[in-house]
């Protein structure tokens, strides 16, 4: 004769049931999540923090910064892009700085490979597109303005100079951007160390375009600097391309 489950076992049952389904059911949204962000963060956007002053008023320190690794893939990128950039070689003083071990560096570590954290802006940098391939950059003009390709370019809207000064860089130059890389300067114009202070380096102060990451497209935190970076393409709008 077969006996029949008292009905409390059988509520008990039901609801170890019901747990083991709903924990089932956590675990594959989060499983999902993480492989969602996961591909979003290698192929569509990426979450870097600001580190230094190299780009003030455009980007503060502290910003936080979304960077769009997808559509340059087919649009290239524009005299005047905002970008981000692995380090060429001996740009960043000093070794990496060492992330947190233990359990704290495990959670960063998976915080990172999914976009939420932003452990390795250390390792990067950000800086404005000044020259493209084939381009002749050129400083300075008669009224202290950059020279691309023999045109004048007025970048007053984005740079962040002595008070009463309109002179584009301290240091002169005279460069022609090699075939995949670019020409990088800080908005911060006297206090950026970007491509002129590498010049005499083995890069010669170009950045391989293999090395930049993408485009400057959102400002996230604080707040108060939330929304879309303002264009810069716009200051080299006569600027032509070289000549073959």
Known sequence: MTTEPAPSESR????GRGILTFL?????????AVVVSVLIKAFVVRSF???????????MTGDRILVDEL??????YERGDVVVFRDPGGWLDGAAAEGPGGIAGAVDWILTGVGISASDSENHLVKRVIGLP???????????QLEVNGVGVDELDYLNLPEGSTLASNM??????PDGA?????????????????????GG?????DDVVGRVVLRTWPLSHFGPLESGPDAFTGVADPAS
Request: with cysteine.
């Open 49 to 59: 923090y600001i580190p230094s002053a190299s780009m003030e008023e455009t980007l």
């Open 172 to 177: 002169d130059f005279d460069v022609t951007v």
């Open 205 to 209: 102060g170009f950045v391989p375009l």
């Open 134 to 144: 084939g381009d002749h950059v050129v400083c300075c003009n008669s009224v202290g």
């Open 71 to 76: 559509t340059v893939d087919w649009t290239g």
């Open 182 to 202: 670019v020409w990088v300067m800080g908005d911060n114009r006297n206090r950026s160390q970007d491509s002129r202070y590498h010049n005499e380096q083995p």
């Open 12 to 15: 008990s049952t039901s609801r």
């Open 24 to 32: 089932r059911d956590v675990v594959v949204i989060v499983a999902v």
